[in-house]
């Protein structure tokens, strides 16, 4: 069963823990094109959303839609269209970096052949491809593990701390790959704390505090200063 979308819709979402509430009635919605910075403090409930949006975390309440479905109904189908860069980079370490992308390839389904080659050139790392991944630093090891996420060339992409690790070229690399990819229709949500780098790639940003959304709106210059006004508003710390 194939399957795709054009939006996905987070409505009236909770999710507990025990008695702790990490996401509260959250809504919003982001469709192609997007670049939804998704910001708050450190336990804001950034990364539960992302969870969710994964299908890796069921909601306690409230619903998400991806186009008309629900994630139930189409299950694998839906989870092949999702490419998921978690603060856990999910690589092998006694593998190369030309045998984790060849790995994940063939688990997608797809002919290595035609795709790790690409990868290894985009992660800056062709000439490293044989080396065992447990030696690379964070930032290398954290180019290849979005190239791992892109490689099915998912609808939805989901990005936890993104630059995690990355230098300077690096950062302007990926920052082009994201745009590039919003360009050519996935949508893409990242939750960052670096606000600088947010800022001006980003196209909406929607802003969490102790797991409620505090504002949905379009990226704008002076995201810091802005961020900075709505947290403060309610306490908490600000990266």
């Known amino acids: 069963m194939s399957f795709d979308f ?5 409505d009236d979402v909770s999710r ?28 804001a409930g950034q990364s539960t959303l992302i969870g969710m ?13 991806y186009g008309a479905s629900m994630e139930k109904s189409v299950g694998p189908a839906l989870r092949a269209r999702i490419g998921l860069l978690a603060h856990e980079l999910h690589l092998y370490g006694d593998l190369s970096a030309e045998q984790n ?43 290849l593990a979005l190239e ?4 099915h060339d998912p ?10 690790g990355l230098d300077d070229h690096a950062v302007t690399k990926v920052s082009e790959r ?34 409620r959304l505090v504002t949905d709106e379009t990226g704008a210059a002076g995201l810091r200063e802005r961020y900075r006004s709505l947290v403060h508003a309610g306490g908490g710390d600000v990266h």
């Open 155 to 164: 609808t939805l992409v989901l990005l936890d701390e993104p630059f995690t």
């Open 178 to 211: 994201l745009r590039g990819l919003a360009a050519s229709g996935s949508m893409i949500v990242l939750a960052t704390h670096d606000l600088d780098l947010a800022d001006g790639l980003v196209t909406r940003v929607a802003v969490v505090r102790n797991g």
């Open 101 to 143: 992308l060849e790995f994940f390839s063939r688990m997608y389904g797809l002919d290595p052949s035609r795709t790790v080659s690409a990868a290894l050139d985009r992660a800056d790392l062709a000439e490293r491809r044989a080396d065992a991944v447990g030696g690379f630093s964070r930032g290398m090891r954290q180019r």
């Open 6 to 10: 054009d939006r996905v819709e987070i």
């Open 16 to 43: 507990n823990y025990g008695r702790r509430r990490a996401v509260s009635h959250v809504s919003f919605a982001v469709q192609r094109g997007d670049i939804l910075g998704l910001l708050g403090p450190n336990g």
């Open 53 to 65: 949006l994964a299908t890796l975390v069921a909601p306690t309440s409230g619903t998400i839609r």
């Open 148 to 151: 791992r996420t892109l490689l």
